[in-house]
């Protein structure tokens, strides 16, 4: 059972998460405004630039908000790219309010609910359930080397094409310009800031993580194995099926981090599917020991799963419910798995929910663990 004390501090985390999260809109704003000053400064000179209209001035500010928000997007295309190259498989994209995700075998198309990755994430991941290091090493970089090379080019393109000189003759061409210039200075922004080795106890930055493929040891080979086994668990393949090592090496080392949540809860789940509940339960109890450290976006994947293990593991439907509170839509949340979780805690439609969850490759697993619990008194 969760502490009160603990629920309270979910609770503030949560609240801090959303401050931090209109921190986050209001400084990008700022940014913007920067940007486009400096833009102005760099490239109008002391020509004269030409009156603009009302509708033009709104014309462009809302440009250069769209130019600041496709700047995360070129970033998170590049990832994506870089996957491709390595021979990864695309499992999802996150970007503003829209989520891709790719479960069952098909992308399914949603809204993202969470604020602190409206500036977007890219999931790719090894086809063959291995993450070697040269890939891994394409993948990251993709990020920071799109952002940066577009960037570069797209103030190239403002300095040879829209030369102060042409600015004087329409409001057109200085709206293009400076729209154009502020999509390059966004761009090199964000790839230098992302190339930075900032270590961040929770997401590290590419070039942190860059930095720690260099070195090896068994970070890297933990951050390698979650990967792994997010892709075999976004690609349906059932937990019992995982291979022991991926697990060994996922657990080689522990800290504060996300990666570490996720290896917690991947073994929490290979242990589930093999009918080991005791070691589940250990593996999953550590997990949410750190659970308040966690951003908004992983807190919301790791509440349902709170939810399912509370209400089928340990028969809590009080605490199960207070995690599904705390859920309001992570990035790899599945629809079935909140729609049997909310039968379970209501004790209403659950043979239907049993059946949906069954016909879904990535959650069938849990059907055959309610299954095995079914007449066992295994909650605590």
Known sequence: MIQ???KRDLSA?????GFKGVALVFGG???????ASLTISALGGDVDLPTISTSHLISMIALMAL???????LHEVGHLVGGRLAGYRFMGLIWGPIRLLRTSGRLEFGFNKSLSLAGGIAICVPQDGVSRKRELVLFIA???AASLLVGAAALGVVVLAFPPSVWVNSPTITIAGLVMGVFGLASLAIGFITSLPIPGALVPSDGAQLLRLAKGGAAQRREAAVRALTGLS????????????????ALSTRDESTFTMAALTFAYQWEMGRGNLERA????DDALQGADALPKFALDDMALEAAWFEVCVREDKETAA???????????ETKVLRELVEALVNGTGVSAAVAEIKEHSNEAWRADCMERLVGSHVAQ
């Open 4 to 6: 009160a004390l603990n």
């Open 13 to 17: 985390e949560k609240k801090k998460t």
């Open 29 to 35: 704003a700022l940014f913007g405004g920067v940007v």
């Open 67 to 73: 130019s600041v928000g496709l700047a995360p997007l």
């Open 142 to 144: 993709g990020g920071p």
């Open 234 to 249: 976004l690609s349906g393949e059932a937990p019992e099926n995982w291979p022991s090592s991926l697990i060994d090496d």
């Open 281 to 284: 339960r250990d593996y999953f």
């Open 322 to 332: 207070y995690w599904l509170s705390l859920a309001k839509g992570g990035p790899l």
